[in-house]
């Protein structure tokens, strides 16, 4: 997954507390999107951000809120963290290019864990 | 309804058969359908896409968009063991001025040695 990166790979977290993934991506693209992916739900979108500067809500953004710090950067918080949101997050942007032109290039995702 | 609808499987096939993966789609203003494939523990990776009806294919994979039934196959002739994998199909929606990808919820493939 070169190309977009996203730390941590793994964390743990008790209910109440609080934490940002972060999403950094070096293609240059204006595009950014957080998702979470649940067995049986498939990818939902919680946030996406079209460009530097601007961000919008998706499918469930609820207990969510991110930051578009620069063109690079694109970061997901849970102010208080609960058990719901235990999930796999996958950070993507959009690219055009042989495959495609709306192609979603995807992060090695990040594993979370509420207890 | 949801946008896109996809039977989750789990599909179990012998080495060589031939898969058919299927999802429909109740939005008509899609015009671009595509296929991801994600292995386990890693991130969807963009395997196919169409533009409007018709077929496509590439190797052994063969993606067909049929608009009039609102529906889209992926098709695998001689699968591997390696094409084990999750198959997410997906469709361009425009909403707010920026397109987002809508997703089925992905259907299992096994092949077996």
């Known amino acids: 997954n070169a190309g977009v990166t996203q730390t941590p790979k793994f964390q743990v977290l008790k209910t109440g507390q609080s934490m940002t993934l972060q999403c950094a991506q070096d293609?240059?693209?204006?595009?950014m999107y957080w998702y979470r992916q649940d067995p049986g739900m498939g990818l939902r979108l919680i946030y996406y951000?079209?460009?530097?500067?601007?961000?919008d809500k998706g499918e469930v953004p609820n207990g969510y809120n991110v930051s578009r710090l620069n063109k690079r950067e694109f970061s997901l918080r849970l102010e208080s963290a609960a058990p719901s949101q235990t999930s796999v997050y996958f950070c993507?942007?959009?690219?055009?290019?042989?495959?495609?032109?709306?192609?979603?290039?995807f992060g090695p995702g990040t594993r979370l864990t509420v207890t | 309804q949801k946008e896109v609808e996809q039977d989750p499987g789990p599909l179990s096939v012998p080495e060589g058969a031939i898969v058919s993966l299927n999802c429909t789609y109740s939005?008509?203003?899609?015009?671009?359908f595509m296929w991801y494939r994600q292995y386990s523990r890693k991130g969807p990776e963009l395997l196919m896409y169409?533009?409007?009806?018709g077929n496509k294919e590439d190797g052994r994979f063969t993606a067909q968009v049929d608009k009039s039934s609102k529906y889209i196959s992926l098709f695998i002739r001689d699968s591997q063991p390696s094409d084990s994998a999750t198959y997410l199909c997906?469709?361009?929606?425009?909403?707010?001025?920026?397109?987002?990808?809508?997703f089925g919820k992905g259907t299992k493939l096994t092949v077996n040695p």
């Open positions: 993507a942007i959009t690219t055009s290019g042989l495959k495609g032109p709306y192609e979603q290039y």
């Open positions: 293609m240059n693209h204006n595009s």
């Open positions: 951000s079209a460009s530097e500067g601007t961000t």
């Open positions: 939005n008509s203003a899609f015009q671009y």
């Open positions: 169409t533009y409007s009806s």
């Open positions: 997906a469709n361009v929606a425009w909403k707010g001025g920026s397109e987002k990808l809508v």
